[in-house]
């Protein structure tokens, strides 16, 4: 896998923010606890929705904490495109076009180079090496004859009778693989972080989603359980869910009946805690805050967990 340089570009596209590169992709996830949701088709799964693949979707906290840690700069993806593919030459653009064609050849020949590994072995599990011993000879008595013929025709005087030309056998006809890139870049350079947009808008419960960053936490979309994340201790492919998580203003007034049949139905049903969070009020806004570090501002966030006995 290529290395990541950082800051890394976030695109900015119809009030969305977005990843394209697969390599940026698993260095958000594996470095800074980044997950998001794919939201993009698999090509040759295009009839389901269960699987799907990038572009991978941040939520406008996980783009926020990103540029705020220095680590991702936020682009605006439809300007820069406009603005690159006017400005691009027709040489860059051909040459472009000859770099897919060649990458289509070179992934055409190991995919054929794969269709035959995997005869040969099916070949060889069922004992039928004598095939495939047939079908290389049979190659190689071909090449072995065109190339006769190609050394033959330097040194013969005589005109050689005109023949019908013969197009070559199906199987040595060669396809390329038609690629799609998941980027522009190249042909258009990477984005200058010169460039790069405000810091993104986020919600009110901002605050704990920072908090729980900081703390090493990993955080999804909390939807699907009535809260605004799923919390979990690790990275989501090795562990489950420990909290469902809702931010809560300092002194915003709630119904305990509401964590009741909520937080506490849902959380007894799939044994989470529930957990509530929010930031002193003191801190929100003030001159100090804008000047205030990270690690400081995360320090002015409490937050609590609740678990019920299962029933």
Known sequence: MASVAEPFPVSYIGGRYLIFDVDTIAHARREHNICGVFIGTIPNLSQQNVFLGIPLELMAEEARVLVEGGHAYIVDDVTLHKKGFLEMSREDRMKYLRDMDQQGMEVARGMKQAA???????LKEKGLDRILQERK??????TTV???AGAGSLFDSAPSTPTVASSPAPETILEPHYITPTTSHPPLPVPDPASALSLPEVPRQYPLFRYLHSKGYFS???IRFGCHYSVYPGDPL???SHFLAAGLDWDEEFDLLDLVV???RLGTGVKKAYLIGGEAPSKIGSVEDKQAS???RVESVRAFSMEWAGF
Request: a negative charge.
């Open 146 to 148: 065109e190339s006769e």
């Open 137 to 142: 000879l049979k190659k190689l008595e071909q």
């Open 238 to 240: 090795r562990f489950h």
């Open 262 to 264: 909520g937080g506490g």
């Open 294 to 296: 990270a690690g400081e």
């Open 220 to 222: 999804m979309p909390g």
């Open 116 to 122: 035959e590994d995997r005869t040969e072995k099916a």
